[in-house]
């Protein structure tokens, strides 16, 4: 650092000098106010384009001064929210309750709006998030920018205007080449690799928003098997052999991944695997069990800290069943994968020991993994009873696997209630 | 009516018995409820097909009392809401703000994005809306759904997910037939009709909605001439000799329809003017001049009411003249084809004097019409001078004969300030 | 005439001098010559481009002077032919098959494969063929160079190019509006006409080329029915209900129409009506009876000739009924489109009485039609009946009509045997 | 091999019994009679679709004896030709010159057009192909099959119905797969190689066929550089930086490649060169020189056997100079790429010295390549002077090393004239 750069940072720090970083965020957000204005809406798209082109040439820092005048000068007006308030609190008419909301509705969710008007304004607008997201973890005031623009987000990526893909091996290399890079699960090692994972006893599905056509949101990996699998190393194996999939009697769904870091916290996989379940089932009539094989991320970490001991299987299968049925947080299972499964209806089906060798399967949770069973006919009333009673269904075995651990550990379990038999 | 008919009414009328179509109103409005619980949340988008399927068999009458219910029983609590304000008042906080936003937003807003996940749910949604628009006129009180509903739908139909189409003669006959059915402005015949308005020498451009793929929303028709059109006749003539598109002047805009009354308030016309004008641009650089041939919808009213008298051409063109840009409405000119491309940023460039012969073209503004000239590079200040100050911007000729107009009316204009020339 | 141009005429007629349309024929035949060898084939495209330029600038005149060249000087040179026959007498080797083969392929032949090359080189020789029949009604020596575009032609549009499409109202108005055009049998009256016959309880299929994406080959045009029909006006009315296609029994062909002049004589009715049969059966197995509903164009002109007389039913239908089954002309059914059913294998089923009241129903055959039923398994064995034993296919109630048409008839049947009962 | 094997060969060797192959390929053949008869005709595409999958299930040897008694049996009548031909000799009439016609066409040739009618047909023939070429190695008499099969596939694979498509990125995994197997003359390394390969200043095109939509019949690699290129590596480096195609000023073919062995001698590069010479051209005006950056195959084998010494740069620059423009043989140029370029127009512009120091470089051509000029304007000029006067265009430079070429070799020269400056 030379000295004239010593001297910058100082004066910057002291507040003395606008950095340029600053002074171009400054210049944006003049832009945004105007764009959020009578004048953006007269332009056509001419000020969201600019507003776009000018946040793409902001640097790191220019951003994260941008998102700080978002959270302090876009926010509403105290004293207007008040007043409404107030009126409201006279009258309680319909239209001072919309007066109030207006009031209460901060300026920057215009001016994403407006943005997003811009060609690409919505991948513009995803990426504007992932940096936000990531300047929050220093400035945890930029919570309220951020719960605006997932406000809008998650509007916007409504279910009824995501599209249902089938990927395969005529899909373009350029969308191939994402599920490479964005596969969070079982890693995939190239398109040779991808080329098994889309043979016709396998299936892959993803949703796309149509503002986004080249970029998948999530997708799901399936394989087509003749039972619930036990093992994942057969079903990503290269050279195994390619099966018949009117014959197949179970659809595996073995990995699940969202791919836009832009888009964390609203919620797809849901969607996509009961869609998923039911299309293939119209397909498919021969598909009788609709199930995934899934990792247990949280148990090794669990088990070390809560029930440290004696690694035998017996042992350990006892302690994941008790973790993922019994053990909750916050009023849902503790484990993140099972939180999802059982939050979708899911029914926790079986242990499976020595499912997933690699050092990943074994560091997560001692090799173990578990099936999830999607029964259509049934999701609804689960999730009513993990959701309403706090009860986790799961089958006998497991059950009894987790009466085992029950015994086995030294405190009471943290489940508000038993889970009961699927 | 038979007697039991008759006695049916009567108790229904007296609220001694609820009808069949409140209880299925009801039956729904419950659905609802569950919909935008965490139970809609788990369901997939089996609730939201249920419901929009309920929705789909309610009669008239079933309709309008769910409407009652969305705007009874779906709004926000007050006391919560008061409570939230009172909190926010203490604290001013971030998170106190969210949640007064959460407080004051009405459950149906929920309500409608989650039946927004259904197949088809956001032709339901629109055509929801037309229902509530016209269940309105007898209950103003509905006006708070509808607000909610246009909150979700201005931020779904947002101008990034529209999707601009070129119409012609390759496009399905089922979108076709619906461009003859809904235009607005200049009828359309049947297919012979619309077929000469899609040769090479005219265009057609509509925006579409990825979640309604078959449905424009606005279309605009233009012409490529070789001057500024002083008459609409011989632009939509069956048997004009058809041009050739790289010699042609000007591009005429010479009709704009919106097609959703789903959509009412919901304005495209702006983005597809502006988009339009410059995508031919780029196609067609010999054009040189982008503008309208326009009708004065409200003249003949306004000068039979204001400045009835001797029908001369001189002083129809001088009263045209003032009227368009000297008589204001609430902040805006009075024409509500003026007040659209004023607020677009247009220039009023002439008046046409015999331009339209139509009964329709006579009955409006005695046959006139109007060219509104849109160059780009004028639109944003022309659209400042007319929001800001209040100017409207014309060609030296049209101020001309607005003066003529100013020394027959009696009274003063209504406009803050002169127009500037253009 | 002036003067000027009788004294032109007659020294063209002379053959003094060349006429203009003689020196552009003579021009573009030059060129032709240059595109057929070893140049044409360095060229690129680029000769060949210049060719079809040209031939589209040709008049009338100029056209019937180049087919005059083309079947004059570009035919294979005699001796040429006769020295590699005489080769091939002497050695028998097919090398020397080859060569005469060869020597015996007019030049014309790879002219033509070589104007093919040139963009819209396969619509440009459609339009040349057209032009071709035309011009060989007044001069027979033209049979030979057509006799090598039909070559050319039947090997192009082999059925292995050919793409079966569905044309329904989402198909593009540029297509729909060539279907009203070249409707052959039962005409439609505009896109509202055409629209009813679009509808789920109709179907239109055609065939299309890779070379010409928007010109249908022929198309059918089919009515899913409750019973085999009887007449013909339910099916074509514009206000008929529209029924439901998963409860119909029978799929009624009512409408063929080969669209191409310039694929006169290359028959495509066999494969359509077979590939559609067997499509419509896969979707609907619902469908038990595939059958058309069919004219007897030859019926009345062929009665008034050979059995004049009472126009009572009894006697129209068994004279018709002899007419269809026994009445032969080259070896095959002498109605013509009795010939195109009994040669693809259809089965006589049915005749109709008063089943076309419109004028040309009345004129053609006393307002009769037909029913062929194609049973697919059986065509194959109807047709070999049909072919190898002269046996027309048919019911028993026809057999037995045609019987008393015997006796009626005053001389013996043309056709070498009996029907056979299907 | 068992005895009871032994004793079969013998047998069959002996032609006492027909092997289970020979029985297969009659049991065929019968069939292909009946489809190349009015049976075929009328049976839709039903008795094809048979034909192929019989042909399907033929294994090598069945389909050896197959293509045995397609060249014996399937034959025309060799008295029937002569009669044809006495016949014509005769009158010499156009009639009876198509009736030579027929007589002299194999039936095979209909065989072929019939089994292209089943669907997958035209694939199978090309299919078919491959094992002919391969079974004529051994068996000369097949020729005559292969001449039929040619005589047909030169007829489809017209370029008229060719569809030029650029391959990117965004190509179906699918197609890339192809491309990847196979480029013939620099090696693709699987995906990431191809993804460089086709950034945006690289090009890649490709003909297709209606009939084989997922596979390319020939792909061109174009490289958009800044001068006339002297080595390959830099533009087939994976890590090299991607240029701005705008600005290139040479378009650059670096690679050529038939896809398809069934189609062995009908050749499309010509007119792909041209085509995409001609379409780049107008969509980058910047690009001012369309050259190719060729490998000289031939050129090390030619010097080894015929002027084997010193390998210095400067004799083998002559030596390589003198081969390329001189050594002729069946009056066309020796060396097959140079060949290929000369015989469509291109100038054979520069040699280089080290331009590819890849083993199968140093191999070919001591790693000399050379660049080959397509002047579009120049292109029938010089092909004129290749084919007419023997005459191979090359720059000053070229010819001068010829010259020294000349002084070195001990012979003279194969080429009948000296070549001309381009």
Redesign the interface.
Known sequence: MTAMDLFGRLLASTGMVRSSAQRSAERLATLLRSLAS??G??????LARRAVGLYGRLDAEGRRRLFEIL?RDF??D?QS??DA?AA??RD?S?AS??H??HA??PLRQEVF?RM????G??ATLLGLRVELLEAMKGDP?L??VD?DLVH?LS??F????L?LRRID??????I??KLIAYEAVHEIR??PDL?RRLQRDRRCFAFFH??LP?EPLIFVEVALVDELPSQIAPIIALDSEVAEPRRAYCAAFYSITSCQPGLRGISFG??LI??VASDMQAELPNLKLFATLSPIPGLRNWIEKNAPGEESRERLEALAAWYLTREWENGQARDSVARFHF???ARLERLNWQADASPKGLAQSFGMMVNYVYDLRM??RN??EY?NRRHVVCSGAVEKLARAGEAILPRKPTAPSAPVPG
């Open positions: 009578q004048r809406e007269a332009s056509g798209a001419v959270a926010s509403p105290r929210v008040l308030a409201y609190a309680g319909p309750l919309v109030l909301q209460a509705e709006r997003n008007m811009a060609p304004g919505t005031a919570a309220s719960h809008l509007s916007w409504n279910r009824g205007f599209e091996w005529n899909t373009p290399a350029a191939l080449e190239g398109f080329k149509p503002a080249d849901n969607f009961k869609q939050g979708n209806g999701v609804e999730h009513e959701v």
